[in-house]
């Protein structure tokens, strides 16, 4: 800014003159009229006045201003930065593609400072083209937070992060994008900060020529290492959302490659480390993998535990990669706690005993044992019911072994369903009608419900189950004879291609896990079955059955010592009043009196060694489990108090495993709507097949209920790019929302239609294709299902179902950054290949600058109040002068 003193008169210099000479005229003219003046009037002190007086007038008339001039704004010209956001800028080791590109920025211009340069607006390109509010950028950003930021584009903004996670590069798009958001004039430049990775390769040339007719370079700033060998990554992981504690979950992991084909890696499974300082653990064993360029998938699994699990999947790195940064994908599964409910039916005549407990007394039952140790998991509920001898109705077992009169087994399949597993012990057939049979099968088979059946003079084929329906249910074929045989010693043996079965994780350790299993005790009486049936069972376990007779007297086999009268009760059961056998009135029953006599007539048929002892199974939904041997005294004795050096914290701990494994499934039991889709993943272009299950209050299928839907995204509504899901509205199907569009909108409801199973049962199924491409950033995307069954006006059920969409994003497929492209658009359009933030900086400060017109103040010094003091004052005193000598 200058400022100076000037004389701005509005008269010209002639007229100034003019009017002097005309003032000098008439003086001259009144002195020839009036004659000389006084000689009081000439003194020099007047004269001094009067001139005084007449300057400042002469002055006043000249005008004398202050004139400042302010020099005009200048014109900065706009200067394009084009940062790409894609998935491939994510790639770097110490430093990624993106953060070099960032780093140049803020490095440009904190060694500009405050020199004039070009107005730089910041764009990120990846699907679209989309503004940046670079002040929420600059402000968010910690590690950088007295770096300077280009200003805001404030036509429009995109609140998306400025983060590299598009799964697409449309980098010629792009640039046909940025000439709309050109003002009343082109930018003096567009910088583009890029791997070159882009889809849109072809007309990049045609698009830089443009440019170039518009006098706008295209400088490019290429990014990303070109000397590496490849890369794999972890893209996806698909895990259940939510698992039971105790259960095997498979993960699916999904592999990208480039470059290495061929090559051997390993992917392995971990929990992460905590905040206390543990290291990883594993949870899987590592698994190696042969790469193929492109997508792969593997499967891992791991055993759930009680608290919420966060899992981790890793692949090895590989020499020479493009990055190690996405060779690890982390994420979790919730423990589900709902509590899991036991149906637990004991025959055994074994009679109660009270036993104290410091000093309260409690009565035990046959029961007792396997009750307490699944109570002591907080998380099952065991509802024991006893099979007494002379009674065709099962009793309920209350507090204290009290029985109850009223509530025996279930009276509906509903009130059966109520319940999770069932545990058949010592328990003869006839002990259910052909009724309760049949809602067991249901249950088991449609409902998903767990069904273990152990050994005992009236299990399996001893029991009669050979002539009912839960025969068709169990692993094993049974033996048309009796199949009890009591008193022979069963050693048993984990088998060896199952011991990463769940029933036999007792310990985290693996070494002290095996030790433990191989310490599994003998037992004293087992059922013997006929083959292992060939589809969907597992032996757990194998049995060494002994082809000697059994010892010849009872005292040998049974531990008295721990449960004192125990087998005089049981002689006295099986023998007649003076002692001699009892003639049972079943054939099948005729050996269970050979226990208490020592008769060998049992075991004199030799017996195979190496037999399934414990096998698994699947019927239907639902799973099986069926053990040989009793798991009651005095037959299980050594079981169950004897493994683990005298405690039973490992009996225990195997039936609560069993009892995890055969529930896996068994949480849509209670549900009166289930629903189900046909596979664990899907791809683009796929069509998704929902498969609705409805039960009215009695458990039956019913096809009456109305059942609705609707697609909810697992994310956050703020974050979806779109108000439409993936999922196309399928075809023919009438629409009542009022929406046109191609896509199911985001909590749109639409109907299941009801349809007939090939067994003649109600559903409900449709069909919901998906798009062919999804626009979300990663590999996978993941969808919700949320259905009603309505019965006129109410809400009879509700569930969900998760889905898993995966595709291949373009971003993945090749990881290389393509810089040839990029050298090439600035060579069509004039432009530079930039390297450094030093040659930024330089075409930052090159752009043509134009100052504005300057702005002038001119202030006028003759309105000041000093000034006209100044006038008035000296022409008091002339007057006052004049006076005082007489001459006014």
């Known amino acids: 800014m200058l400022a100076t003193l000037s004389f701005l008169t509005p008269l010209t210099l002639a ?522 069972t597992r032996v757990i376990a194998n049995s060494n059955l002994a082809a000697a007779e059994p010892p010849p007297t009872l005292a040998v086999v049974q531990p008295a010592k721990q449960r004192p009268g125990l087998f005089d009760q049981l002689r006295k059961n099986l023998l007649g009043p003076n002692g001699s056998t009892k003639k049972p009135d079943d054939p099948k029953q005729a050996t269970a009196a050979n226990v208490a006599t020592g008769s060998s007539t049992a075991s004199s048929e030799p017996l195979p060694t190496n037999t399934p002892a414990i096998v698994s199974g699947q019927y239907g939904r639902g799973r099986t489990l069926v053990m040989a041997m009793p798991v009651t005294s005095p037959w299980a004795n050594d079981f169950l108090n004897k493994w683990g050096d005298g405690d039973t914290r490992y009996f225990g701990k195997f039936w609560r495993n069993s009892i995890y494994w055969l529930t896996e499934s068994s949480s849509i039991g209670r549900r009166r709507l289930v629903v189900t889709a046909d596979k664990k993943f899907y791809r683009p272009g796929e069509t998704i097949t929902l498969t609705a299950a409805a039960f009215d209050e009695s458990a039956t299928p019913t096809g009456s209920y109305k059942i609705t839907s609707m697609v909810e995204p697992q994310a956050s509504l703020t974050d979806l790019e779109s108000n439409y899901s993936p999922i196309r509205w399928p075809e023919g199907k009438p629409r009542e929302s009022g929406e046109s569009g191609p896509f199911v909108a985001w909590g749109e409801e639409f109907d299941l239609p009801r349809v007939d199973t090939a067994a003649g049962k109600p559903a409900f199924q449709l069909a919901l294709p998906i798009a062919d491409a999804l626009t979300v950033g990663s590999a996978s995307q993941s969808l919700r299902v949320e259905l009603t069954a309505m019965e006129e006006f109410t809400q009879v059920d509700s569930t969900s179902l998760d889905i898993q969409v995966l595709h291949d994003p373009f971003e993945q497929q090749n990881p290389f950054p393509n810089h040839e492209l990029l050298t090439s658009i600035a060579r069509h359009s004039g432009g530079q290949v930039i390297t450094e933030a030093s040659q930024l900086a330089t075409v930052l400060r090159d752009v043509p600058l134009k100052a504005g017109t300057p702005v002038v103040k001119k202030t006028p010094l003759w309105p000041n109040w000093w000034l006209w003091t100044w006038m008035l004052g000296l022409l008091t005193v002339e007057w006052v002068w004049r006076r005082f000598v007489g001459l006014a």
């Open 15 to 536: 007229v100034i003159g003019g009017f002097a000479l005309a003032l000098l005229g008439v003086f001259a003219l009144l002195r020839l009229v009036a004659g000389p003046p006084a000689a009081v009037a000439r003194r020099a002190g007047l004269l001094t006045l009067r001139a005084l007086a007449i300057a400042t007038l002469a002055l006043i008339i000249l005008n004398p201003s202050d004139v400042t001039e302010t020099p005009g704004p200048i014109d900065r010209p706009d200067l394009f930065y084009l940062l790409d956001a894609s998935q491939s800028m994510a790639f770097g080791d110490e430093e990624t593609r993106f953060e070099h590109a960032r780093r140049l920025m803020r490095e440009a211009e904190t060694s500009i400072g405050d020199d004039p340069h070009a107005d730089v607006k910041l764009f990120r390109f990846g699907h679209r083209l989309a503004a940046v509010d670079q002040q929420k950028t600059a402000d968010s950003n910690q590690t950088q937070p007295d770096a300077k930021a280009p200003s805001v584009d404030k036509k429009k903004t995109n609140e998306k992060p400025l983060e590299p996670v598009d799964s697409d590069t449309q980098l010629v798009t792009a640039l046909r994008q940025a000439s709309s958001r050109f003002g009343r004039r082109p930018p003096a430049g567009i910088v583009v900060f890029s791997d070159g990775r882009s889809r849109d390769e072809s007309g990049v040339e045609q698009v830089a020529a443009q440019f170039a007719k518009l006098k706008v370079p295209v400088h490019v700033v290429p990014v990303g290492d070109t000397s590496k060998g490849g890369d794999v990554a972890v893209v996806a992981v698909v895990v259940p959302a939510r698992v039971r504690r105790y259960t095997s979950v498979d993960v699916q992991i999904f592999l990208r490659s480039y470059g290495f084909e061929g090559r051997r890696c390993e992917v392995s499974l971990v929990e992460p480390g905590s905040s206390d300082g543990s290291g990883e653990r594993p949870l899987a064993p590592v698994l190696p993998v042969t790469l193929h360029d492109g997508f792969q998938s593997v499967e891992l699994s791991f055993r759930t535990e009680p608290k919420t699990r966060k899992l981790k999947v890793k692949v090895s790195s590989l020499p020479n990669e493009v990055s190690a940064t996405n060779n690890e994908f982390a994420t979790q599964v919730m423990i589900d706690r709902t509590k899991i409910r036991v149906l637990y039916i004991e025959g055994s005549s074994q009679p109660l005993q009270p036993v104290q407990r410091g000093t309260k007394y409690e009565v035990r039952g046959p029961y007792s044992d396997i009750q307490n140790a699944l109570t002591e998991d907080e998380d099952i509920e065991c509802v024991v019911l006893h099979a007494q001898a002379g009674r065709t109705r099962l009793q309920r077992v209350g507090e204290n072994s009290q029985f109850g009169t009223v509530r025996g087994f279930p009276e509906t399949v509903a009130e059966l369903a109520a319940f999770d597993a069932l545990i058949l012990s010592d328990v003869a057939a006839n002990s259910f009608t052909d009724q309760q049979l049949e809602w067991i099968e249901q249950w088991i088979g449609q409902r998903g419900g767990g069904l273990v059946m152990v050994g005992g003079q009236k299990s399996f084929s001893a029991g009669n189950w050979d002539e009912t329906p839960i025969a068709s249910m169990l692993p094993i074929e049974l033996r048309e004879d009796n199949d009890w045989l009591p008193g022979t010693q069963v050693s048993v043996k984990a088998d060896a291609t199952a011991l990463n079965h769940p029933l036999w994780m007792l310990t985290s350790n693996a070494v002290q896990n095996r030790e433990i299993v191989s310490q599994f005790p003998a037992f004293f009486g087992a059922n013997r079955w006929g083959a292992v049936k060939p589809n969907l």
